[in-house]
C-alpha cells in the first residue's frame, strides 16, 4: 500500500511566523501535489510536481512556495504565514502517467493567530 | 471552464436505508472520474474509479456508481447505509489535471 505521511497533524503558528509542512511518500511516485480544503470550497490546489526539483502552481500559489529536493519529500512552505492560511493542508501522490488516482496523506490542521 | 458540481451540501440518511450522491461534471471530453471519502480528521480514500468500459463500477465498502455521459453525471450510490459511512464524500475529475467537487456531508441517524 501508498503510505503518504505529513510531518504533524495539527499546528499552531503565529502570524509573521515561517511555517513547513513536510509529506514523504514510500512508492516512488514522481508526481506530488499540495491542497488546501476549507469547507464549501473542497480541495484547492496550491502547487504540484512531476519531478524532483520541477514545481508547477496550482490554481491557488500566492502566498506559498515549495520544496522538492528528493522524490520522496515535497515541502510546503508558508513564507509569512497569516490567519487566512489557516486551513487543513492534504498532500497527495499519484504515478507519473496521466489520469492515475491520487493517494492522500492524513492532512495537517494549520492554525495561525 | 471545466467544472465538478456536488449539488448536496449536506444529506442525512436513516441506517439502512438506501443513499445517491450526485455529481456533476463540465468537460469537452470524457473524463476519468473518481469518488473519494474522508472520515472526521483524515485524509482522502479511493472508493471507485471510472475510466472506461462498463459504466456502472463497483468499489470499496459496497459502494457503486454509474457514469450517464448523456447526462454528464456519475452518481454514487449505496442500496444500505451503515453507521460507519458518516463521512464527508468528493467527486472528482481528471482530464489533465485533478478537480475537486465541494463535497457532500453524508450524516447516518440511528
Known amino acids: 500500500d501508498v503510505k503518504v505521511t505529513q510531518s504533524s497533524r495539527y499546528l499552531v503558528k503565529r502570524t509573521g511566523e515561517k511555517v513547513f509542512l513536510e509529506c514523504v511518500q514510500d512508492?516512488?511516485?514522481?508526481?506530488m501535489f499540495w491542497y488546501r480544503q476549507d469547507p464549501g470550497l473542497g480541495l484547492r490546489l496550491i502547487y504540484f510536481?512531476?519531478?524532483?526539483?520541477?514545481?508547477e502552481k496550482g490554481d491557488i500559489p500566492e502566498g506559498y512556495s515549495v520544496s522538492r529536493e528528493k522524490k520522496e519529500r515535497f515541502s510546503l512552505i508558508l513564507e509569512s504565514a497569516s490567519t487566512n492560511q489557516t486551513s487543513m493542508y492534504l498532500c497527495?501522490?499519484?504515478?507519473?502517467?496521466?489520469?492515475?488516482?491520487?493517494?492522500f496523506g492524513p492532512g495537517t490542521r494549520l492554525t495561525v493567530l | 471552464a471545466q467544472s465538478v458540481t456536488q449539488p448536496d451540501i449536506h444529506i442525512t440518511v436513516s441506517e439502512g436505508a438506501s443513499l445517491e450522491l450526485r455529481c456533476n461534471y463540465s468537460?469537452?471530453?470524457?473524463?476519468?472520474l473518481f469518488w473519494y471519502v474522508q472520515s472526521p480528521g483524515q485524509g482522502l480514500q479511493l472508493l471507485l474509479k471510472y475510466f472506461s468500459g462498463d459504466t456502472l463500477v463497483q468499489g470499496i465498502k459496497g459502494f457503486e456508481a454509474e457514469f450517464k455521459r448523456s447526462q454528464s453525471s456519475f452518481n454514487l450510490r449505496k442500496p444500505s447505509v451503515h453507521w460507519s459511512d458518516a463521512a464527508e464524500y468528493f467527486c472528482?475529475?481528471?482530464?489533465?489535471?485533478?478537480?475537486f467537487g465541494a463535497g457532500t456531508r453524508l450524516t447516518v441517524k440511528p
Open positions: 512508492m516512488d511516485h514522481e508526481n
Open positions: 472528482a475529475v481528471e482530464s489533465g489535471d485533478m478537480r
Open positions: 497527495a501522490t499519484s504515478l507519473g502517467s496521466s489520469y492515475n488516482e491520487q493517494f
Open positions: 468537460y469537452g471530453a470524457t473524463p476519468y
Open positions: 510536481s512531476y519531478d524532483v526539483k520541477m514545481k
